[in-house]
């Protein structure tokens, strides 16, 4: 946070190990999940195909920890299905081993992407209306299309206009 203007920093803090743990927790701990589901399914002889629940946990663990812990997932998730599946798998079947863990990887890079697209702009959107609420009297921000977008919440009472009565008009 700017002690001056109040806007939050731009540039992301320090992690703590404590913070670390946390997320690749929340990754190790959706993969576990995930194996324990399919070991109470398998224990009450239900056949069912785990791919949404292992698409879930991966999306889970890239959204809430981020890129490493999501690659950390389907790492886990490949792992796990090399060591346990049975039969072995064949050359089709590590072909198709190897397409789904691609997708998978693609997946978290993906949500990692779009989570911290989404930060950015939530902290541009706070600094943006913190900066205009600090600046004096007579702002008017205009749009791509040359509409006025924004006016000062305090505008009127200088030019004897009524505020906000310019709002939407062609610059």
């Known amino acids: 946070m700017n002690t001056m203007t109040g806007a939050p920093a731009l540039r992301p803090s320090a992690e703590t190990k404590g913070e670390t743990a ?3 927790g ?10 324990v589901v399919a070991a109470i399914l398998r224990h009450f002889s239900i056949s069912i195909d785990l791919s949404l629940l292992v698409i879930a946990a991966l ?12 690659i950390t997932a389907a790492i886990l998730f490949e792992l796990a ?3 346990l599946s049975k ?17 998978a990887l693609f997946l978290a890079l993906l949500v990692t ?8 702009l939530k902290e541009q959107g706070a600094w ?3 900066t205009l609420s600090s600046i004096a009297d007579g702002v008017i921000a205009a749009g791509l299309k040359r509409r006025s977008n924004f006016h000062k919440p305090d505008c009127g009472g200088h030019d004897r206009v009524r505020c906000g009565s310019g709002r939407g008009q062609a610059s």
Not at 26 to 35: D, K, R
Not at 87 to 103: D, G, I, K, S, Y
């Open 22 to 24: 946390f997320r690749y």
């Open 26 to 35: 929340i990754s190790v701990g959706a993969f576990v999940l995930t194996m």
């Open 59 to 70: 999306i889970c663990s890239a959204w809430y920890g981020g890129r490493g812990p999501g």
């Open 81 to 83: 299905y090399m060591l």
């Open 87 to 103: 039969p072995r798998p064949e050359h089709w079947a590590a072909m198709l081993l190897v397409e789904f863990n691609r997708t």
């Open 113 to 120: 992407a779009q989570r911290k697209a989404m930060r950015r």
């Open 128 to 130: 943006l209306r913190v």
